[in-house]
Nanobody
Framework: QVQLVESGGGLVQAGGSLRLSCAAS????????MGWLRQGPEKEREFVAS????????YYTDSVKGRFTISRDNAKNTVYLQMNSLKPEDTAVYYC????????????????WGQGTQVTVSS
């Protein structure tokens, strides 16, 4: 069992940066691939980024490549999402998730979810 709690969301101007954190409790954090999904206003939940158990391989959706970086610290049971050069279209609730597969990392393939953190990017 893994419990996930996100933090770090907020309101930022376009071009700005935010760093999301996801703290995990439970002993099994290092057994799972970790990732972030997001759901914008009136949109379906979509994949953003994922990383392997060791953190050595990462995947990103095309729209965030070069701007977002996912990382994890297994000693701290935490996964991060550094978001730079934010755009208004990045506005969404961002969810941290844990699952067995780093790819595909989708709503129907993950086991555990955080409660989500709101990111709002103003133009």
């Amino acid at each position: 069992q893994v419990q996930l709690v996100e933090s770090g969301g907020g309101l930022v101007q376009a071009g700005g940066s935010l760093r999301l954190s996801c703290a995990a409790s439970g002993r099994d954090f290092s057994r799972y691939a970790m990732g972030w999904l997001r759901q914008g206003p009136e949109k379906e939940r979509e994949f953003v980024a994922s990383t392997t158990i060791s953190g050595d391989i990462t995947y990103y959706t095309d729209s965030v490549k070069g701007r977002f970086t996912i990382s994890r610290d297994n000693a701290k049971n935490t996964v991060y999402l550094q978001m730079n050069s934010l755009k208004p279209e990045d506005t969404a609730v961002y969810y941290c998730a844990a699952g067995p597969f780093v790819r595909p990392f989708r709503s129907d393939t993950v086991y555990y979810w955080g409660q989500g953190t709101q990111v709002t990017v103003s133009s």
